[in-house]
């Protein structure tokens, strides 16, 4: 047995062994972990890159894409609509015997039905006069109007790598201020209606800069954020409105506010016989602004800078926490001008909880056809509005349930974000992606 004095010079002896290993020639035969491990990324950053890559090709791409989701999304659509009608179901019957009488049962419900869409959307042939005729598309793109700011906002949130869902709390902000200003405060035409009009868009601006704040300087998701603040505006809505003395009209025990003041309404733009106002204008130059501001301001390449590779834009200077501020304030004032227009244009005689009648989620849709463009959004607003109008003219004349229209929006969305997802899913290449080198086993080894 091995006295202690002999221990402490074999494990002196085994110390010195380790320190010299350590510092053996390059030359020398050691085992060393394999290049691979050394210089494989970590899972989290693996993970965080694909799923940035798949959110680009998302809000961003070929227009042939759009094309193609709305073309697939109106023949899914055609299915519905063939499989739901009673002549089609009693010609199927007896398919073998008289194939013909199915299809043409199927072409003639189909027919009928994208024409009724059609005369309820852009053009009633079918009425006495020009005015009737044209009527359809005036209402169209008052349908239109909210979406176009709403769908604005949340492009240009995805241009910037934000992908902001909060579009209903911030119209709903922006309706509060808006209305409030609209049937409580005395004021002459125009000012009135603008001084209310630019609180919706502060309101709306402030709302979405709380989840900017958050996503700049604690890392909360904007995702996460901005669904909270949906439910906490809407009930912070529904509050006001079930409250006498806040947004309650006087004198009613209904959650609905007081019409707005003649000299806060928007005015009609071709006369009374048309619903389109002059917030459908006010949409327009939002259009132009929000190209200007992304592709002509300095404001607008940091934006987009941001969003294509926050680490790069980091890297040259750019303040990225402050950007994010920045352009989630500019988002939720595209929104909120969808918010003021809503209570000053469409729904002058009061509103409820309601009020933003889905434009905040439709909106999402909106942005994504348009492919994050100006342009493209305005285009896409159009054709939502288009659905709109027309699916009431489907559903009455046709008898057509007007959730069908619903569903070829929904279909839209699932044909423009299916292939990035599935590739990032199941960890598939991207289209015009470059592969890594493959290293040699033995090199990796050695």
Known sequence: MSTPDERNQYAADADNEAVEATHQPADSTVTTTPAREKSAPPRDDDDEARWSEAFRRIVSGNWLVSVGAIVLAIIAGSIMIATTDENVQAAAKYFFTRPGDTFSAVGTSVGEAYAALFRGAVWNYRADGFVSGIRPLMNSLNYATPLIGAGLGLALGFRAGLFNIGGQGQMLVAAIAAGWIGFGLDMPWPLHMLVAMIAGIAAGALWAGIAGLLKAFTGAHEVIVTIMLNYIAFYALSYLLATPGLLQAAGSSNPKTAPMKESAI???????????????????????????????????????????????????????????????????????????????????????????????????TVALLGRSSPFGVLAAAILFGGFKAGGAVMQTSQGIPIEIVSVVQSLIVLFIAAPPLVRAVFRLPQPGAKRRPRRDKKEVAA
Do not use: C
Not at 323 to 351: D, H, I, P
């Open 266 to 364: 928007m005015p009609k733009i071709l006369g009374d016989q048309f619903p389109l106002h002059l917030g459908f204008v006010f949409a327009l130059v939002a259009v132009v602004f929000t190209w200007w501001l992304l592709q002509r301001s300095r404001a607008g390449f940091v934006f987009r800078a941001v969003g294509e590779n926050p680490e790069a834009a980091r890297v040259a200077g750019i303040d990225v926490r402050r950007t994010t501020v920045y352009v989630m304030l500019v988002v939720g004032g595209l929104v909120g001008l969808a918010g003021a227009t809503q209570v000053l244009g469409t729904v002058t005689t009061g509103f409820s909880s309601d009020i933003d009648a889905g434009i905040g989620f439709d909106a999402i």
